[in-house]
């Protein structure tokens, strides 16, 4: 089975901050990944596919990258809204999703 | 509007069974594949099943495979979710999603099943 960690599990951060999350696959995974947010009480909404394509009306200040068996999602500038649980998902063999990240606000 | 249903969440005991529902509209429910996902109290995403368009395909998580059967009834626009030998470790909001081009695009509001005596 393909094994997704994600790092770090919590993040703190200010509106207006630069944010990376990381991810990684426990084998090659090619760039079948995808990234969701998740608000608390709410269902996860995918925001990246193919580990770099954003999902339609996804502001543009997310972007993600990376290939094989590293990627990250990076939060250009941090927006009250975007403050939330963040996982990364593989999609090359069943489907699998990392722990999460929790961006909070510092 | 793509809206996905999930019902039949409840308080069940320890080795107990359980059916979910997941009422499917605003699209053509027999042209996707479909899943579960869940997420226990607190804790992280966790991917359960996925079954093909026609019912005759299905995959399984290692944590529920052999007590949890997913099934689907195109002519109701349904998918359902069987779970046998329920254990506290199953507590959790069960989440219908569609899928779509390998992705889970659309999602349920969830269901809450929990597992206790």
């Known amino acids: 089975d393909i094994q997704m960690t994600q790092s770090p599990s919590t993040l703190s951060a200010s509106v207006g901050d630069r944010i990376t999350i990381s991810c990684r696959a426990s084998q090659s995974i090619s760039t079948w990944l995808a990234w969701y947010q998740q608000k608390p009480g709410k269902a996860p909404k995918l925001l990246i596919y193919?580990?770099?394509s954003l999902e339609s009306g996804v502001p543009s200040r997310f972007s993600a990258s990376g290939s094989g068996t590293e990627f990250t999602l990076t939060i250009s500038s941090l927006q009250p809204d975007d403050f939330a649980t963040y996982y990364c998902q593989q999609y090359i063999t069943l489907w699998t999703f990392g722990q999460g990240t929790k961006v909070e606000i510092k | 509007e793509v809206q996905l249903v999930e019902s039949g969440g409840a308080l069940v005991q320890p080795g107990g069974s359980l059916t979910l529902s997941c009422a499917a509209s605003?699209?053509?429910?027999?042209?996707?594949?479909m899943h579960w996902v869940r997420q226990a109290p607190g804790k992280g995403l966790e991917w359960l099943s996925h079954?093909?368009?026609?019912?005759?395909?299905?995959y399984y998580a290692d944590s529920v495979k052999g007590r949890f059967t997913i099934s689907r009834d195109n002519a109701k626009n349904s998918l359902y979710l069987r779970m046998n030998s329920l254990r506290a470790g199953d507590t959790a909001i069960y989440y219908c999603?569609?899928?779509?081009?390998?992705?889970?695009?659309?999602w349920g509001q969830g269901t809450l099943v929990t597992v206790s005596s």
């Open positions: 193919r580990a770099s």
């Open positions: 605003g699209f053509t429910f027999s042209g996707y594949e």
């Open positions: 079954i093909d368009t026609t019912g005759s395909t299905m």
């Open positions: 999603v569609r899928l779509e081009q390998h992705l889970l695009t659309s």
